[in-house]
């Protein structure tokens, strides 16, 4: 009996160290790191500088070219077939003197103040005009002086029209005296603020229409 005790002890603890060891095993498949996998880190683009290209503006078809008039006539230097005209000289079509009855006109305008018939100073050289241009043309005759007088629409119609006819008058008075020219050489026209040539709305407009329009006939000229 006691050594069968003796070998069924063996045999139990024979078969205890075999279950250790196969638990040991199977832990040890358990724990079987795996190898770190790498990761694959996707790249950016590297996206190229953009190349510059080279604008090139086309001409605004709205904006016209500055139109040249040298002599100030109202006619472009490409269409003036009289380049030399002198300042206020009225002229045809094509920049050249326009005739009546074989007389040209030149026009000056004078401005006044408000509410005043006294010429300005800066006005008083506005005759030489007239003496370098007959001094140009030795046969040319001042033959009439028709002198236009005109105000702003301040004020009452009638005074404007009496204010209107002063103004001519003050310039016909200077006129004769500076000029040489006789009484019977004018013609007077007094207008009020009936022929305005810039809107009375503003300070300027009505400065504008403060004026005399001086037009001098002149016979014997020769272009």
Same mark, same amino acid.
């Given at each position: 009996?006691?050594?069968? @005790?003796?070998?069924?002890?063996?045999?139990?603890?024979?078969?205890?160290?075999?279950?250790? +060891?196969?638990?040991?095993?199977?832990?040890?498949?358990?724990?079987?790191?795996?190898?770190?996998?790498?990761?694959?880190?996707?790249?950016? !683009? &590297?996206?190229? !500088? %953009?190349?510059?290209?080279?604008? /090139?503006?086309?001409?605004? #078809?709205? &904006?016209? =070219?500055?139109?040249?008039?040298?002599?100030?006539?109202?006619? #472009?230097?490409?269409?003036?077939?009289?380049?030399?005209? !002198? %300042?206020?000289?009225?002229?045809? %079509?094509? *920049?050249? #003197?326009?005739?009546?009855?074989?007389?040209?006109?030149?026009?000056?305008?004078?401005? +006044?103040?408000?509410?005043?018939?006294?010429?300005?100073?800066?006005?008083?050289?506005?005759?030489? @005009?007239?003496?370098? +241009?007959?001094?140009? $043309?030795?046969?040319?005759? /001042?033959?009439?002086?028709?002198?236009?007088?005109?105000?702003?629409?301040? *004020?009452? @119609?009638?005074? $404007?029209? @009496?204010?209107?006819?002063?103004? =001519?008058?003050?310039?016909?008075?200077?006129?004769?005296?500076?000029? *040489?020219?006789?009484?019977? %050489?004018?013609?007077? $026209? =007094?207008?009020?603020?009936?022929?305005?040539?810039?809107?009375?709305?503003?300070?300027?407009?009505?400065?504008?229409?403060?004026?005399?329009? &001086?037009? +001098?006939?002149?016979?014997?000229?020769?272009?």
């Amino acid at each position: 009996m006691k050594s069968i @005790k003796i070998i069924m002890t063996v045999l139990v603890a024979g078969l205890l160290i075999a279950l250790v +060891f196969a638990g040991c095993a199977t832990q040890e498949e358990a724990v079987i790191e795996e190898e770190p996998v790498a990761e694959v880190v996707e790249e950016a !683009p &590297v996206e190229e !500088p %953009a190349k510059e290209v080279a604008m /090139v503006e086309e001409p605004d #078809p709205t &904006v016209t =070219a500055q139109v040249r008039d040298s002599d100030g006539d109202g006619v #472009p230097d490409d269409q003036d077939r009289c380049p030399d005209t !002198p %300042a206020g000289m009225r002229v045809d %079509a094509f *920049g050249c #003197p326009k005739t009546t009855g074989g007389m040209v006109e030149i026009q000056l305008t004078l401005e +006044f103040d408000f509410d005043s018939y006294r010429i300005r100073e800066e006005y008083m050289a506005e005759r030489y @005009k007239i003496d370098e +241009f007959i001094a140009a $043309n030795p046969e040319a005759e /001042v033959v009439r002086i028709d002198l236009d007088g005109h105000t702003c629409n301040i *004020g009452k @119609k009638n005074y $404007n029209y @009496k204010l209107s006819r002063e103004r =001519a008058l003050a310039v016909r008075d200077y006129l004769m005296d500076e000029l *040489g020219v006789g009484h019977e %050489a004018f013609k007077i $026209n =007094a207008y009020g603020e009936d022929r305005p040539v810039a809107s009375n709305d503003t300070r300027e407009g009505r400065r504008r229409n403060r004026r005399v329009d &001086v037009v +001098f006939v002149i016979k014997g000229v020769i272009m």
